[in-house]
């Protein structure tokens, strides 16, 4: 069964609701907006693992949502589907320019559209794991940096401590996302997390997105102190 985070974007109802229903029963996480303003707000909530948008919709169209997707760093490597019914050639042309992943025309397979997805979210958990699991880089150091000064802040080691507040809402953290965050909070990276916890470094970057979505952070920094501030880890 494929799992994996999804945002999909689609101004037509009947549309969205099919695609919605076939990814979810696939095993996917959907979450749906009807348009590109909605998509942006949503993506400003929570990172998916890939983004299923159609191309023709009012006031902001699927190249311009694409176009600020590529402008913001956060979403610059983040995989992107265009469904539409245009099928020219020069269409497809000006996707892949705007910086798409796939293109897929109405109507489409379903099948088809679930292997494109299971293959795009797979290959950049690959791509993110081994980055993030890579030596001491510069950016490494920094965000360990980060996150110590973070802790000290939070433990009031630092002389401006802040103050830990209770949950705003209820967190249903399963025992391995727990696992993952008391982890995460020590900065330690993807692949020392996979070797510590005996599994994938795939399904550490599963369990990093789902954190991210329950706890509407955007970064490991901002996650780790979400989760101290909260009394969700020490």
Same mark, same amino acid.
């Given at each position: 069964m494929a799992s994996g985070h999804i945002l999909l974007v689609d101004d037509e109802p009947g549309m969205r609701e099919? /695609?919605?229903?076939? +990814? &979810?029963?696939? $095993?996917?996480?959907?979450?749906?907006?009807?348009?590109?303003?909605?998509?942006?707000?949503?993506?400003?909530?929570?990172?998916?693992? !890939?983004?299923?948008?159609?191309?023709?919709?009012? #006031?902001?169209?699927?190249? @311009?949502?694409?176009?600020q997707m590529r402008g913001d760093d956060r979403f610059k490597a983040l995989p992107v589907i265009f469904l539409t019914a245009k099928g020219m050639t020069s269409d497809r042309i000006q996707g892949y320019n705007a910086g798409v992943d796939r293109y897929l025309s109405k109507p489409f397979d379903p099948d088809e559209l679930v292997a494109i997805v299971s293959n795009l979210i797979g290959r950049r958990a690959a791509t993110v794991g081994s /980055?993030?699991? $890579?030596?001491?880089?510069?950016?490494?150091?920094?965000?360990? #940096? @980060?996150?110590?000064? =973070? #802790?000290?802040?939070?433990?009031?080691?630092?002389?401006? $401590?802040?103050?830990?507040?209770?949950?705003?809402?209820? =967190?249903?953290?399963?025992?391995?996302?727990?696992? /993952? !965050?008391?982890?995460?909070?020590?900065?330690?990276?993807?692949? &020392? =997390?996979?070797? @510590? +916890?005996?599994t994938s470094v795939r399904n550490v970057e599963k369990y990093v997105s789902r954190l991210f979505s329950k706890t509407g952070t955007n970064s490991r920094t901002e996650l780790v102190r979400y989760a101290l501030e909260h009394g969700l880890t020490t």
């Open positions: 099919a /695609v919605q229903a076939y +990814l &979810e029963d696939s $095993g996917f996480t959907v979450q749906v907006a009807s348009n590109a303003e909605e998509g942006w707000e949503k993506l400003q909530q929570f990172v998916p693992d !890939l983004v299923v948008s159609d191309v023709m919709m009012p #006031r902001v169209d699927g190249y @311009q949502f694409l176009a /980055v993030q699991g $890579g030596g001491d880089s510069p950016q490494l150091a920094e965000l360990a #940096r @980060q996150i110590e000064e =973070i #802790r000290r802040a939070v433990m009031g080691k630092s002389g401006v $401590g802040i103050a830990s507040t209770p949950p705003p809402i209820q =967190i249903d953290l399963t025992p391995r996302e727990k696992s /993952v !965050l008391d982890l995460v909070a020590q900065g330690l990276m993807n692949k &020392e =997390i996979a070797k @510590q +916890l005996e």
